[in-house]
Each structure stands twice: as structure tokens, then as C-alpha cells.
């Protein structure tokens, strides 16, 4: 798939996003809208995956750690079939199975485990990945995590376990967009210099623009040759992407738009495409 036609659906998902809080009425837009080009370029270029055959066998595995922007995965996910787009309407309505945060009882498609509590996604992926490797299976585990995210003490736990077992099927990705709910992630409990720490406990680190697809298809590819080792791709983001007013402003983390506001988001994201 071409750059150009990454870009399109990177657009379409970000309209999504803001149609599905709007009609919510709650949720999270910031780091929704941080993580489009990272998850575009994850799911249609690079994972293996069966939306007909959620259980396959040879799938990899995507686990969303910060799972407050499950907007961004339910978009992509209904985008590939996995369940009809109407469904995101119901985003945080009472008995949907699109529930504020991914919720493995309501039986998504797609979604491989409930997550939420910050800290514990890449501890999940990590206990995969062990397995895998036992049953000498070939399939990778990708992990979604938040910079603020970082300051968990379980974050380093699974990280130095991951080096120990010598996970090299198993990708941890940051959203480093620099802000958290409560203001500037270097602010709260620095957590820089991230790339270091990484590289100190025995992973390989990429850092890349996490908004830049060549520099995301280039990660991933290289996350594959990687032998002996876990990846860590340390993505450079901006809060809100896309949409302007939002953009780098932590209020932006767990508010919604107005419909005005919306309305606006909306026609700046088609703009941004002529």
C-alpha cells in the first residue's frame, strides 16, 4: 500500500475518532489522535491477521497498554472488516461492546485482552511472546504504549524480563507526545531519557516521527530482522495531531469536542488532504 493511500485512511480514522467521542459525549482525543499513523502503518502494511478468523493461529498480537485510546483501534479495526463501522457509534454506550476501555468479555473482534490500568499491556505481550517462543511459533506481539505510561514501575519489570528471554518477537511502541493527563510528561516524572533506558536494559531502540510512514514502515521492517533481542520503537508524537486546536495541549487528553468544535475538526482533517 502506498504512502498516499495511508494518508487517506490516517484521515478517515481521525474523522472517525472525533464523530465517535462527539456522539459519546466522553472519552479521549489526544492520544487517539497521536497514535493514527502508527496503528495505520502497523495494520496495513506490516501485521498478519484474519478479521474472518479472529482465533488464527498465525495471527500476531496487538495489545492496546493505554487502553484509554481505544478510539484509534476500534476505528482501525472496523475499517478491516472486523466488525461493521456502524457499531462505532455506540462508543461508550450503555451494553456496547465498544467500551471506554478494550473489553475482552464483550467479545470485540479483534481485541486480544481487557486493558486499562496503565503499566500492565507490555507485562501481557512480554508473557505471549514467552509463549510463543516455547511452542516455536513465528508470531509477533506488538504493545501500544503512552509515555506517561512509562513512569509504572511494571513497565521496567517486563522490560528487563523481555531482554532476559531474549523476546525478539515482541515490539513495544511508545506514543511520545510528551503530555499526560495532568500536563507535560517531563513535568509529572521525567521519564527522559527514554531511548537510553531502553538500550540499558538490553533492548534495540529506533526512534522515529511516529506521524512520518516511511519512518514507521522502516521500524517495523527492522523489528522483524531484529534476532536475540526485544524492539523498542520510540515514536515522537503530537498530542491531538490532526486537529489544531488540540494540538500539544494536555486539556485536549479526556475532553471532547462541542459540535462546533467537532464540526471544525472535521473540515480541517478533509483540508489537510488537498
Known sequence: METSDLKIISADIRKDIIKMLGLAGTGHPGGSLSSVELLVSLYFKHMKFNPK????????????????????????????????????????KAGSRLQGHPAKDKELP????????????????????????????????????????????????????????????????????????????????????????YRAFGWSVIEIDGHNFEAADKAYSQFKMKKGIPTAIIAKTVKGKGVSYMENLAEWHGKVPSRELAEKALAEIDRSLR
Open 110 to 197: 479483534g481485541i486480544e485482552i481487557s486493558t486499562g490500568s496503565l503499566g500492565y499491556g507490555l507485562s501481557i505481550g512480554a508473557g505471549i511472546a514467552v509463549g510463543m517462543k516455547q511452542s516455536k511459533k513465528n508470531n509477533r506481539i506488538y504493545v501500544l504504549m503512552g509515555d506517561g505510561e512509562q513512569q509504572e514501575g511494571s513497565i521496567w519489570e517486563a522490560v528487563m524480563s523481555a531482554a532476559h528471554f531474549k523476546l525478539d518477537n515482541l515490539c513495544a511502541i511508545v506514543d511520545d507526545n510528551g503530555l499526560q493527563i495532568d500536563g507535560a510528561t517531563k513535568d509529572i516524572m521525567n521519564v527522559d531519557p527514554l531511548a537510553d533506558k
Open 53 to 92: 478468523d479472529v482465533n488464527d493461529q498465525n495471527r500476531d498480537y496487538f495489545i492496546l497498554s493505554k487502553g484509554h485510546v481505544c478510539p484509534v483501534l476500534y476505528a482501525v479495526l472496523a475499517r478491516l472488516g472486523y466488525f461493521n463501522s456502524d457499531e462505532l457509534r455506540t462508543l461508550r
